[in-house]
């Protein structure tokens, strides 16, 4: 546990170095080190080093009340805030057997949804950014910014909303936030296209991303990968599928999944995503019924002895909120298993003898947010 | 029920019982510390992914539990494993060598609760400081 401070590659002395990636770094997308034993351009081997944005968040979970704790769990991952705050108050929920009316869960699947897409164009920005492409950037942007327009509208933030509570929302969503997700929908939908033809046909993207980073269907499920980054590799495995929560079996949508397993399968999964996505929200706006918006729920929260595991797919993967409560006011236990922690779990393994420009590449295919990771 | 789950613990000779209510965990067992590296390695067997190994602190009992959430790519066979442990000599076998994405949730779980991991194939700190001796994740800790 105490271990000296040293790292477990050794020192060598033909012609090998050690590079330290970051923990400040564009290509880290997060306070994140890597501390790589290079050969030439070649990495011998690859250690993250985690933590420099740890904040015990389990501890303090556990030293609050139910609702005081919420606004924490949105800080965690900052461009997936609503899949955080959905799994918290569902856990609550299922702990408590509440009931949510059925306008609150058509409104929850649309944030959700909505900030999936927003969380994926920031992902595609930002990883073609990484690979070298800027343009892509803007436009993507363009678009995100319309997203987190409309959710500020009903949110009142941009990025770490903290909208969902015990049995509903914090506020109704009015007509004009309704057809202006319409508007959006169609919209986006005739612009999606552009990304394609701007880069996913681009060769030098191709060579990139081709046969780069492959996770093999096996070590998968070794490592605990979940989310786009397991879905590249042939498991068409997705929580809003295999476990039903928060209504998402009223909807109608595919799960993409690829064979390749490398980076372009990943791309190509989160591209078709955003699709799925747009479909699911545009079910949850024609078939919003009107109605009360929240439950009615005691005052302070304090659900039966028990244990209970809330599964939330996020833009990254799965997410299982843990908790045990002990009939008290506060969770006795939380724990956190967040998705980007196990997929960058399997990162040393995939750099192991690649290029280092490739190893960059791997890493932002991964699609992680380090606050996440580190918690 | 011929499912992965059942297969997988019948196969270490223990009984698949389903969980009622659910909540989100299709079973759950309670198991020795010795039994937990086989039933690592027919989960793995069955296809069953690793979610997280983790911990809990029971100090008015006396007790801490080393705790493990298994599931599977089919979806929907989310395992809870409980192994006690002493609170004052915690000891758990390490199935990093088994799961290899085990070994970093068992480093977060050694520093955040003091469980030494047997056999992990690394017990450098994880999120804590490299040098942090302290245990944050354990009721009595107040800070440091």
């Avoid at chain 1, 968040?57 to 030293?63: G, T, V």
């Avoid at chain 1, 408590?96 to 900030?115: D, I, T």
């Avoid at chain 2, 007790?63 to 758990?92: A, C, Q």
Wanted: aromatic letters at 10%; glycine letters at 8%; hydrophobic letters at 40%.
């Amino acid at each position: 546990m105490s271990a000296p401070p040293t790292y477990s590659l050794e020192s060598t002395d033909n012609g090998n170095f050690l590079l330290n990636l970051g923990p400040q770094h564009p290509g880290t997308h997060g306070v994140l080190r890597v501390v790589l034993q290079m050969d030439g351009e070649y990495i011998l081997a690859a250690d993250p080093v985690l933590g420099y944005g740890h904040r015990m968040q389990e501890k303090i979970a556990e030293n609050m009340t139910y609702l005081q704790a919420l606004p924490y769990v949105c800080r965690m991952d900052y461009l997936g805030a609503m899949s955080y705050s959905l799994a918290w108050v569902c856990a609550v929920e299922k702990l408590c057997s509440f009931e949510v009316p059925e306008r609150a869960v058509h409104v929850r699947v649309m944030a959700c949804e909505l900030n999936r897409i927003a969380s994926h164009l920031l992902w595609w920005g930002a990883y073609l950014l990484d690979l070298g492409a800027f343009t892509p950037f803007l436009q993507a942007f363009a678009d995100r910014e319309q997203i987190l327009d409309l959710l500020e509208y009903i949110t009142g933030s941009r990025l770490t909303y903290c909208y969902f509570r015990f049995g509903g929302l914090a506020a109704d969503v009015d007509d004009v936030f309704l057809r202006r997700v319409e508007d959006f929908v169609t919209g986006f939908r005739q612009r999606l296209p552009r990304y394609h033809d701007l880069v996913t046909g681009n060769v030098i993207f191709h060579h990139r991303s081709k046969d780069v980073g492959v996770i093999l269907p096996f070590e998968a499920a070794g490592y605990g990968v979940t989310g786009p980054c397991l879905r590249g590799s042939g498991f068409a495995y997705d929580v809003r599928k295999c476990e039903p929560y928060s209504g998402y079996d009223r909807f109608e949508f595919a799960v993409p999944a690829e064979q390749e397993g490398d980076c372009l399968a990943r791309y190509n999964v989160r591209m078709a995503e955003m699709e799925q996505s747009l479909a699911i929200i545009e079910q949850a706006v024609a078939t919003i019924p009107d109605g009360p918006y929240r439950a009615r729920v005691p005052r302070v929260i304090r659900p039966p002895a028990g244990e209970v595991a809330m599964a939330v797919e996020t833009p990254r993967g799965e997410l299982v909120i843990f908790m045990v409560s002990d009939g008290s006011t506060r969770p006795c236990r939380v724990k956190f298993r967040v998705p980007s922690f196990a997929n960058l779990s399997i990162f040393a393994r995939l750099a192991r003898g690649q290029l280092l420009a490739d190893a960059l590449a791997i890493l932002g295919s991964l699609d992680m947010v380090i606050p996440e990771v580190d918690r | 029920m011929n499912s992965p789950l059942a297969t997988a613990l019948a196969r270490i000779g223990i009984d698949y019982r389903p969980r009622v209510p659910a909540v989100g965990l299709r079973c759950s067992l309670h198991i020795l510390p010795e039994q937990i590296r086989s039933l690592a390695r027919s989960l793995a067997g069955e296809g069953f992914f690793i979610e997280t190994v983790t911990a809990e602190d029971m100090p008015e009992q006396n007790r801490m539990d080393g705790i493990y959430l298994f599931n599977h790519y089919e979806g929907d066979m989310r395992l809870l494993v409980r192994v006690t442990v002493s609170r004052s000599r915690p000891h758990l076998p390490s199935i990093g060598r088994i799961f290899p994405g085990a070994v970093w949730h068992e480093r977060e779980t050694a520093e955040m609760f003091g469980i030494t991991f047997d056999g992990c194939p690394d017990s450098r700190n994880l999120l804590l400081p490299e040098e942090a001796t302290f245990h944050p994740l354990r009721k009595d800790f107040t800070g440091v």
